[in-house]
């Protein structure tokens, strides 16, 4: 079945970077876009980036435009969301999540990790 | 960037009876191909958020026929017609039409 596994909890200074991972299995990774979300806490949900599915190609929400950073390596079925320069107003949990699609058609972000937890405080 | 709005943004709900959430968005949903690039979420207290509907109408896979979708342009409807205490939690609309994806900001529903 289609899972997504995310790294484990972080605590980072500020200033510093964090790097969380998605770990893609039971479906074939290159054919689906995987996107990235963030929650901070007691908020709503707020859109960061995705990697495209056939050209691996990069679209990031300008407000972290240099900041952020979104990875795969298709042999390990895993992508990669790091960013750097981190302030307190980053701390929140961090979603991967597949954007289904059938032949091409859009059919929502149908499976999501179970998030990862970023803390960032001196 | 399209701004998503959802009213309300509190739902006290009575188990067995309907209900229903409202979102607009700051600029037409409809894309060329006929569709509403327009989602319906639900993360449920404690977990990742859920896929409802797409496509503004379509229900996702496994998803009980309670569950409704309507709406084109810029108005959207979510109802439940019986809803169920499994149902509580926050329900986000979300647009997919253009970068940066954007979220409502929820519709927080508990029993009453």
């Known amino acids: 079945q289609v899972r997504l596994v995310q790294s484990g909890a972080e605590v980072k200074r500020p200033g510093a970077s964090v790097k969380v991972s998605c770990k893609a299995s039971g479906y074939n990774f290159i054919d689906y876009t995987l996107h990235w979300v963030r929650q901070a806490p007691g908020q709503g949900l707020e859109w960061l980036g995705w990697?495209?599915?056939?050209?691996?190609?990069?679209q990031y929400s300008q407000k972290f435009q240099g900041r952020l950073t979104i990875t795969r390596d298709t042999y390990a079925t895993t992508a990669y969301m790091e960013l750097s320069r981190l302030i307190s107003e980053d701390t929140a949990v961090y979603f991967c999540?597949?954007?289904?699609?059938?032949?091409?058609?859009?059919?929502?972000?149908?499976?999501w990790g179970q998030g990862a937890p970023v803390t960032v405080s001196s | 960037d399209i701004v998503m709005t959802q009213s309300p943004l509190s739902l006290p709900v009575t188990p067995g009876e309907p209900a229903s959430i409202s979102c607009r968005s700051s600029?037409?949903?409809?894309?060329?191909?006929?569709?509403?690039?327009l989602d319906w979420y639900l993360q449920k207290p404690g977990h990742s958020p859920q896929l409802l509907i797409y496509f503004a109408s379509n229900r996702a896979s496994g998803v009980p026929d309670r569950f409704s979708g309507s709406g084109s342009g810029t108005d959207f409807t979510l109802k439940i017609s019986r809803v169920e205490a499994e149902d509580v939690g926050v329900y986000y609309c979300m647009q997919a039409l253009q970068p940066p994806r954007t979220f409502g900001p929820g519709t927080k529903v508990e029993i009453k």
């Open positions: 600029q037409s949903l409809l894309h060329r191909n006929g569709n509403n690039y």
């Open positions: 999540a597949r954007e289904g699609q059938t032949s091409g058609w859009y059919e929502g972000c149908d499976y």
């Open positions: 990697i495209d599915r056939d050209s691996g190609k990069i």
